[in-house]
């Protein structure tokens, strides 16, 4: 029960900590029976969230045993279906406890619950696949040996792609791909486990690149950012949608890093570094794709103006406190998103209910109705300053061609 009230409540709130979210392959994602999700990792918490939030079923996914030190928290996140999974650095002595992990993931699935898991175990904010650890594998066997093998066990990988990872009002890309389904491993596995689970996870790594954005070594980062931000400047979408389904645009992106790799030369770097650098210099912000709002038109602007001031009046204390505490507490960049996330929706949840509640018991009960009120007026707000953004770089770009 309290997953689905959160995950109403959160799904909403992705659509203001994102500016857009791009789903593909969903149709691969099952809409009954047991499935494991394996999908990369490159920013922390807010990965299981954005993946459990695409799909329309109830998911548990594995998160850090340090998590789940005191009893309430233990039930607070099972409730949420958090399953906690033991590291070395959480004491030798812990990693027994797994064996508890797995069979507890074993029972989900025998129940037909759909379990995500992120191979690669850590978190880095990179755009490549790292090394995988074979902990789903030996899940989806031990769990199609104790169903005697009747039963389908799916496994969809996931490519998670940020635009920006520790940006707000960015975008990210999910990628479904197709299942690998275990029965076709039956009968190797039962006279070759150990092989049989590296081909699988040989395969699963193949799926997952399949539908990730991969820039191969650091050094070719940055151009290749600039490069994705040139072809992304020619996309717009419109300014009150968050969620695309069934949409072209990661593979998009996967073809402009393809076609990046295969020219790379200094001169080509040169050329992108250059771009940006005057793009910087004139004010245009190496943004994702463009909101579209009437061209020529400044009638959304210009009504929305003092709705959108309200919006920043309510919003700006919460906002702050969200801002200051992830600052404060956030040490390593990987948690920046997540956090800010989380700070930012609990924050704006408290101040609501202290000026409903304020304002209701001075003035009027009618007044409750800014606990609802203040959420949607932030994400007015963003928009309204989205389309501000926007504006002001067709009058820039619009300046410029005057000049010329």
């Not at 998911?59 to 033991?86: C, E, G, M, S, T």
């Not at 960015?170 to 791909?177: H, R, Y």
């Not at 949608?241 to 593979?251: N, P």
Request: hydrophobic share 45%; proline share 4%.
């Amino acid at each position: 029960m309290l997953y689905k009230v959160l995950a109403v409540i959160v799904r909403w709130w992705l659509s203001i900590h994102y500016k857009r979210i791009f789903v593909s392959g969903i149709e691969n994602f099952p809409e009954k029976g047991p499935a494991l999700l394996a999908a990369n990792h490159s920013n922390a918490f807010l990965d299981a969230i954005t993946v459990c939030l695409s799909v329309k079923r109830p998911v548990w996914f594995l998160a850090r045993a340090d998590i789940f030190k005191k009893n309430w928290q233990k039930k607070l996140l099972h409730a949420i279906h958090i399953i906690p999974v033991y590291r070395i650095r959480d004491g030798i002595e812990n990693m027994e406890k797994n064996n508890d992990t797995f069979n507890f993931c074993v029972k989900l699935l025998e129940n037909n619950e759909v379990i995500l898991m992120f191979p690669e175990g850590n978190a880095v904010p990179e755009k490549r696949l790292r090394p995988l650890k074979k902990g789903i594998a030996r899940i989806a066997f031990q769990a199609a040996e104790e169903l005697k093998w009747e039963k389908e066990i799916p496994i969809i990988s996931v490519g998670i792609n940020y635009v920006n990872h520790t940006q707000f009002r960015t975008e990210v890309m999910l990628g479904f791909s197709e299942s690998l389904n275990i029965s076709q491993y039956e009968n190797s596995y039962k006279t070759e486990p150990n092989q049989t689970i590296r081909r699988c996870m040989v395969e699963i790594g193949k799926n997952l690149q399949s539908k990730m954005i991969i820039i191969p070594t650091k050094e070719q980062e940055y151009a290749a950012e600039i490069a994705l931000y040139i072809a992304r400047s020619e996309r717009s979408y419109k300014i009150r949608k968050t969620w695309y389904f069934e949409t072209d645009r990661l593979a998009a992106e996967q073809i402009t890093i393809s076609n990046f790799i295969e020219r790379d030369t200094k001169e080509l770097r040169n050329k992108l570094y250059s771009f940006a650098e005057k793009s910087h210099s004139i004010s245009i912000p190496m943004w994702s794709a463009s909101s579209e709002i009437p061209e020529g038109k400044l009638i959304y602007l210009i009504l929305g103006f003092i709705p959108a001031f309200i919006g920043i009046l309510l919003n700006f204390i919460p906002a702050f406190c969200a801002k200051k505490i992830t600052a404060k507490i956030v040490k390593d960049p990987q948690f920046t998103s997540s956090i800010l996330l989380g700070t930012g929706l609990f924050f704006t949840l408290i101040w609501s209910l202290i000026l409903a509640v304020v304002v209701a018991v001075i003035i009027h009960p009618v007044f409750l109705l800014l606990i609802v009120l203040i959420p949607i007026l932030a994400k007015f707000t963003l928009l309204w300053l989205d389309a501000l953004a926007i504006q002001r770089i067709r009058f820039i770009k619009l300046s410029l061609k005057k000049k010329k």
